[in-house]
């Protein structure tokens, strides 16, 4: 049964800007203001696990799980999602519903295909882009998240789902992270969220070197793959379950096979790292991640070549990410919108496209894809 949503591009989501003194005060007032956006959304996961037939035992013992892993993982981060919780007027292990939504979802058999994610490297210039595809149902559910510092931590600005700390964006450092989901034949319920790895490298990173040292010091149990961006670099840290690689290669595989140097790295939603591929799953049967990652290094080896013949070759820039991550009816998926019809559970969108300049420390934010045409971009200055 079919259920009305908002189109993603007509969404005009809430701005959450916070000033505080500290990460408690911080989480209250995240709670207070939010608290409306935060209460729909539980609705929302919950309705959505048990469309996964996840249990709603299985919801709870997986958020508790997690909870007590961030608490030793993070203890800062536990304090303030304890306060985000206080300050909602829920239980801070139903507030862990929607943090750990990637982790509990683990529990079902498929999930929505989500995000196209590239990045290019240039010393200096290093630029990232994302469409960030999710349920539909959820186009009204995510604001954007201008985070003040507090001390021992950094201002950072992007997209957030209620309730969450942080998810894909920017820190005034420099550092920014992009997220794509995947799957794995090891994948369980109850690790350290993913959405607060990215909340804690925003949060506390100043460099490359010290984003990768916070991923890979947390006790993960879900799939995902992480872009790290700064100025001089991009690196995809791929997860699987509780193991972790590094793609740092320059590698771009055009429509021949043949490969070819260039800065850029794609990612859509199936593994790419050898060490990775045994036991790797895609997320669902009729997945368009091997479509839309073939689309996409097909059209980087065509604009590289048309760089090439341009005099002393170019800078490239968020604008250019934005063309390669914009597609037609007829092209792969790339920019996602639900087929007509489509029923509750089976209806996928971009519903945000996600542009980061970590040299200039910009991000650029609209709501739905950019085959909409970027109306109601926001671009925030760090």
């Not at 006790?219 to 997860?239: D, F, K, L, N």
């Not at 048309?306 to 991550?325: C, F, I, N, Y």
């Not at 996602?336 to 996928?348: F, K, L, N, Q, V």
């Amino acid at each position: 049964m079919s259920t009305e949503f908002v189109p993603a591009a007509e969404v005009r989501p809430v701005t959450f800007a916070v000033h505080a003194n500290d990460h408690i005060e911080r989480g209250r007032r995240r709670g207070e203001e939010l608290r409306t956006g935060i209460a729909s959304t539980l609705d929302a996961y919950r309705r959505y696990f048990s469309h996964l037939s996840i249990t709603e035992a299985a919801v709870e013992s997986a958020a508790v799980s997690s909870w007590r892993q961030l608490q030793v993982w993070w203890p800062t981060g536990a304090e303030e999602v304890e306060a985000v919780a206080a300050g909602a007027g829920i239980d801070v292990t139903e507030l862990m519903e929607i943090i750990a939504r990637t982790e509990i979802m683990t529990q079902a058999e498929a999930a929505p295909t989500e995000c196209s994610t590239v990045s290019h490297t240039s010393p200096g210039a290093s630029v990232a882009a994302q469409n960030w595809d999710w349920a539909a149902d959820f186009s009204t559910l995510w604001h954007f998240n201008d985070v003040g510092a507090v001390p021992g931590q950094h201002r950072h600005v992007g997209i957030a789902e209620f309730g969450m700390l942080g998810k894909i964006g920017l820190n005034e450092a420099g550092v920014g992270v992009l997220l794509n989901i995947l799957k794995h034949t090891g994948d369980t319920a109850g690790g350290v969220p993913i959405h607060m790895i990215l909340a804690r490298v925003l949060a506390e990173a100043g460099t490359l070197a010290e984003a990768l040292e916070i991923i890979d010091s947390a006790q993960t149990s879900s799939s995902s793959i992480i872009t790290v961006i700064t100025a001089e670099a991009a690196v995809q840290v791929e997860i699987a379950g509780a193991h972790m690689r590094e793609r740092r290669a320059r590698a771009v595989h055009g429509a021949d096979g043949e490969t070819g140097e260039s800065g850029f790295l794609i990612h859509t939603n199936h593994f790419l790292h050898p060490d990775l591929l045994d036991g790797a799953l895609e997320l669902r049967p009729d997945s368009t991640s091997q479509e839309r990652y073939r689309h996409l290094a097909e059209a980087v080896v065509r604009f590289e070549a048309e760089r090439a013949l341009s005099r002393g070759g170019r800078a490239v820039t968020v604008g250019d990410l934005t063309k390669l991550l914009t597609t037609g009816p007829g092209d792969a998926p790339v920019c996602c919108t639900p087929a007509p019809g489509a029923a509750y559970g089976d209806r996928s969108a971009t519903l945000v496209s996600v542009r980061i300049d970590p040299a200039r420390r910009q991000i650029d934010l609209a709501p739905g894809s950019p085959a909409d045409g970027l109306h109601g971009n926001r671009r925030f200055q760090l």
